[in-house]
């Protein structure tokens, strides 16, 4: 086995690695540790192969993950699905307002109550996924977190957007 580690501009992690049987392959990394820098020629160390290709090397109980492993990033899959929930949500509400009231429709206009309702569900699921991603928080917390706060910030802009009724009680 032959490990290359180059530092600079362009990083290199890789591992060169032979079988009893000749096969020779090069295996990336995305950086050197824990396992790339402690690998010496002619170390022994055990592949997991997954569609043909390594994606994970270990040695003496010591893992390390290869470029090629596959991620396991549904943060931002659900906070995206959950943009689309809510954006759907918003026009079906704001559908069935007007077919429900056609002439006393307001607030649930796209102006302002529809374009703030909106920016606050992008911000919100990309508030929280984003973090989610980087932190590295299952994805359920951010359908679990995004959808209550969106259903509280449209409450509070209904409530202070509705129209007052002239000469109230």
């Known amino acids: ?35 790339l820098e402690r690998l010496e020629p002619g170390d022994r160390v055990t592949a997991t192969v997954w569609r043909r290709d390594i ?16 991620r396991d990033e549904l943060q931002m899959n659900a906070a995206i699905g959950v943009l689309a929930a ?27 109550y529809g374009k703030r309702l909106l920016i606050t569900s992008v911000a919100t699921c990309f508030g929280v996924g984003l973090p989610a991603v980087w932190i590295g928080i299952p994805w359920w917390t951010v359908p679990a977190v ?16 509705r129209p007052r009724a002239a000469g109230g009680v």
């Open 86 to 112: 809510l954006v759907a949500a918003q026009a079906f509400a704001f559908g069935a307002v007007r077919l429900v009231r056609p002439r006393r429709y307001e607030p649930f206009t796209w102006d302002p």
């Open 55 to 70: 994606v994970v090397l270990s040695k003496d109980g010591v893992r390390q993950n290869s470029s090629d492993a596959p």
């Open 146 to 161: 995004g959808v209550p706060a969106v259903v509280c910030a449209a409450g509070l802009m209904h409530h202070r957007l």
């Open 1 to 35: 086995m032959k490990t290359v580690i180059k530092s600079g501009k362009t990083s290199t992690y890789e591992a060169t690695l032979k079988d009893e049987d000749s096969w020779r392959g090069v295996v990336d990394f995305g950086d050197a540790g824990p396992l």
